[in-house]
């Protein structure tokens, strides 16, 4: 018989080579998997902020962004969140439909685009490339990871709940109950007028307008501040001054608005169309507004409210299909 020395040593050898190469495989691995949770952190994030820059430029009226302000967003984020510079062809502006305009820089010409809703979104690509260990074996020095994040700005469908709800239709009703000429009826859905935009309204007053609903002593309040409530859904009204009601911080990076004090904050607020009899006075939720709450200068009326632009993502509301109409409330959310 052949002698077998030296057997163990060449096995031993053999079986370093493969334990490190486990190990080194199971090191790439991990570090992949780590690193493709983070760049979909950053893509999630980039998107994000570049769709709340993208909705200040559609707050103006015109899609103009001559600072390149969506694409700083969307590089600032993804760069904060741990990904590699970004390429102008990794961010780029979308329609409703996800399909793409142009790169998220104005030179890319998405500016004034308006096919099929405009621009509605950005998609942005985030990566990153790390060493291999185990791929220096076979030729590959390093690995990259990367992920993809869509972020739509989408019509508000559902807002969790209001202390005011305003008639917004003055073709409504007759006489005190005629309501506010806020919304266009022209349209469908009923868009909110520019010319409203900017205006404060009486929000709670001694003779508020409630859209024909023939209420006595409606002033501009809801029965039940805790519903939820989505367009179309047909409104409660309280007639009476009664305690001021509690308000959800919906709008992102707003003033929120306290338990018993309204005054100098940001609220969403439900616009009315319409108005019955029904349980005591209901008014049709046609749109929703964001509106900068004051107090009322004398008492009466006691809340004034501005509509602003939607210059600020509602973050607990739901969003709707089709176009986020301009001075409309909006929501921001990541879609596949």
């Known amino acids: 018989m052949r002698s077998e020395r030296g057997f163990a040593t060449v096995f031993v050898a053999l079986t370093m080579v493969l334990l490190l190469a486990a190990g080194a495989f199971a090191l790439d691995l991990g570090q992949g998997y780590t690193s493709r949770r983070q760049m979909q952190n950053a893509a999630d994030g980039a998107s994000f ?3 709340r820059a993208l909705m200040r430029t559609r707050a103006t009226g015109v899609y103009v962004d001559p600072a390149n302000t969506v694409w700083a967003a ?3 984020t993804a760069l904060a969140n741990g990904a590699a510079p970004l390429q102008a062809s990794q961010c780029t502006v979308l329609r409703k439909d996800l399909t793409a305009i142009a790169p998220c820089s104005p030179a890319g010409g998405w500016v004034g685009a308006v096919t099929n809703g405009g621009p509605a979104g950005v998609r942005v690509t985030a990566a990153i490339t790390n060493p291999s260990v185990f791929g220096k074996a076979i030729g590959a020095s390093a690995v990259t990871a990367r ?12 807002s969790f709940g209001s202390p005011f709800i305003i008639c917004g239709n003055d073709a409504s009703g007759t006489g005190a109950e005629t309501g506010y000429p806020i919304l266009n009826m022209a349209t469908v859905p009923a868009s909110i007028r520019p010319s409203a935009v900017g205006v ?5 007053d001694s003779a508020s307008p409630d859209c024909g609903a023939q209420v006595a002593n409606f002033k501009g309040k809801t029965f039940d501040d805790t519903l939820a409530m989505a367009i179309g859904d047909w409104v409660r009204l309280s007639n009476g001054n009664g305690v001021d009601h509690g308000i959800y911080d919906t709008v992102a990076g707003a003033i929120a608005c306290g338990a018993t004090s309204f005054d100098n904050c940001d609220m969403v607020i439900p616009i009315a169309d319409v108005g019955r009899t029904a349980n005591g006075g209901q008014l049709r939720v046609a749109a929703f507004g964001i509106f900068h709450v004051v107090n009322g200068p004398t008492g009466n009326p006691k809340y004034l409210g501005k509509l602003l632009t939607a210059t600020a993502p509602i973050t607990r509301g739901v969003g709707g299909t089709g176009n986020c109409a301009w001075g409309a409330a909006c929501v921001i959310k990541l879609v596949n």
Request: avoid cysteine.
């Open 74 to 76: 969307a590089r600032d």
């Open 200 to 204: 404060s309204w009486k929000l709670q």
């Open 49 to 51: 902020a570049a769709a």
């Open 147 to 158: 992920a993809n994040a869509n972020a739509l700005i989408k019509p508000l469908a559902s």
